[in-house]
């Protein structure tokens, strides 16, 4: 796969998905682009292994992104840095404010029914 060109993915691509590649991507640019870190934030950790938003004592200093600690919370989402820098924007500066509550949605039934029906579609 690393020696083929843009196209000769997407043309690939669409032919699994049975979209016609000329009508829909006929006249675009495909710049592959390889990323051998993307599955680095999905190593097993331990809960010291990354720091918390704001650590204890910090009154001017945060960490934000995805390589903090935030419990329950899924990596590898938009949601999760918003939400990091919530917590470190609203923790530094003392607001008053609530932070979204994280979504369970690995319990909820609807989701779980959902996968299933998909897995066998
Ligand atoms: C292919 C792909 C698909 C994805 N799909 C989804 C999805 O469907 N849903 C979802 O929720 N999430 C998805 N994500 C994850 C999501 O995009 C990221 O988790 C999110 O964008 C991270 O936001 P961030 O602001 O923490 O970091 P980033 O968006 O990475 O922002 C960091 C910024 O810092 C800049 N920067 C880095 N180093 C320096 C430096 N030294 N000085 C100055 N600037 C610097 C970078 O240029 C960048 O602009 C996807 C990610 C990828 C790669």
Redo the contacts with the bound molecule.
Sequence with gaps: MSDCTGEEILRELFGHLNFDYDETFGNANNIPCR?PY?TSMFMPRSPTDRPVPVPECSKNLAF???FVEIPEEVV??????VRVAQIAVYQLLDIEQEIPPINHYDKSIKVKFDAVIKAFA
Excluded: K, R, Y
């Design positions: 990323m993307i934000v992104s995805q590898f989402t938009v949601e999760f840095s």
